[in-house]
């Protein structure tokens, strides 16, 4: 497994303190998996996504992706509508791994307030918090 100082952390992006990052794209929010938390993980060997169209309230768990070690829950890290959801992960879990930033993706949402991602972690205080208790 990679040491905290090996994680990459994006700068451009918020993290919550449960693992999932956020890209605010056009007023919608990219979602996906940490590269901590892919690493921790293992090899993804499935994903459950959720349906276009569903609402999720901040801190509910909007997927789970099954790994060679265990299965885990994603959680929302703000409240939203899904509007798109990765079908690539159907076919090829794998990319949370190799792409957790990139083609890894997991959903789109339209959150319900754009500031909230003002309130999530910047990439140097996620550092922190893994370094805490990572």
Known sequence: ?????EINL????????DH?????????????ITDYAQDQLGDVVYCELPSGGIHFAKGAV????????SVSEC????????????????????????SPYGDGWMILVKPDD???????????RYREH???NG
């Not at 497994?1 to 100082?5: G, S, T």
């Not at 754009?114 to 140097?124: N, V």
């Open 62 to 69: 909007f997927a789970t992706v099954e790994s060679v070690k």
């Open 114 to 124: 754009p500031a909230a991602w003002d309130a999530l972690l910047t990439a140097e």
């Open 10 to 17: 994006p700068e451009e992006l918020r993290y919550s303190a």
């Open 130 to 132: 893994l370094g805490g």
């Open 20 to 32: 999932e990052w956020v890209r605010m794209e056009d007023g919608l929010a990219r979602i996906g």
């Open 75 to 98: 959680i929302m890290p703000l409240a939203g509508e899904v509007t798109a959801v990765n079908a690539a992960l159907n076919n090829d879990p794998a990319l949370l791994n190799s």
């Open 1 to 5: 497994m990679k040491k905290v100082e």
